[in-house]
T-cell receptor
């Protein structure tokens, strides 16, 4: 089954404790992206990757890091999480963004930073 | 900077009614616009994607239109059903020449409730 998976689905952590949220897709997609969703603000793009070793900032990259060493994986790293990073995070992938192909979204990771 | 607005934020209608959801964007130099559905506790599911050169797209009871010059898109849902209850989001991809290529901007969504 074609899908985007994220782990963990739920995470409670404390300020400053490094964490990684994994994202994996099995569709051989070139484009992958991370979003955060907050009430009243909608989904905002954090980082995206057009292919292996090619990443770029979205609208809200501060406090986050990403890497794309393999085509299927696009982990999101919070080196020193803070309470304002409490949010619902989504990973998405697409064959390529600029075309008729849609983005496929993962189920989301709900993060609480105390 | 592209801003995407969806009004109303919430909408409640009786089953069977036809309805229209609105999406407005400030930068008309878009590459495409997409409508998504989000169910509580779940990810987003793509409904329709309209290329900038297109005026509308249809899928079953859904019809999405795009007017680039006025910065507007609408999602028309015919004969609404309780199963249509969800949050509907629109998202725009900027045109490469706008310098925001590969960047996607989402609206804040319209929460729809269809009452049986």
């Amino acid at each position: 089954e074609a899908q985007v998976t994220q782990n963990p689905r739920y995470l409670i952590t404390v300020t400053g404790k490094k964490l990684t949220v994994t994202c994996s897709q099995n569709m051989n997609h070139e484009y992958m992206s991370w979003y955060r969703q907050d009430p009243g603000l909608g989904l905002r793009q954090i980082y995206y990757s057009m292919n292996v070793e090619v990443t770029d900032k979205g609208d809200v990259p501060e406090g986050y890091k990403v890497s794309r060493k393999e085509k299927r994986n696009f982990p999101l790293i919070l080196e020193s999480p803070s309470p304002n990073q409490t949010s619902l995070y989504f990973c998405a992938s697409s064959p390529r963004l600029a075309g008729v192909e849609t983005q496929y979204f993962g189920p989301g990771t709900r993060l609480l930073v105390l | 900077k592209q801003e995407v607005t969806q009004i109303p934020a919430a909408l409640s209608v009786p089953e069977g009614e036809n309805l229209v959801l609105n999406c407005s964007f400030t930068d008309s130099a878009i590459y495409n616009l997409q409508w998504f559905r989000q169910d509580p506790g779940k990810g987003l599911t793509s409904l329709l994607l309209i290329q900038s050169s297109q005026r509308e797209q249809t899928s079953g009871r859904l019809n999405a239109s795009l007017d680039k010059s006025s910065g507007r898109s609408t999602l028309y849902i015919a004969a609404s059903q309780p199963g249509d209850s969800a949050t509907y989001l629109c998202a725009v991809l900027l045109h490469p020449n706008s310098g925001g290529y590969q960047k996607v901007t989402f609206g804040t969504g319209t929460k729809l409730q269809v009452i049986p």
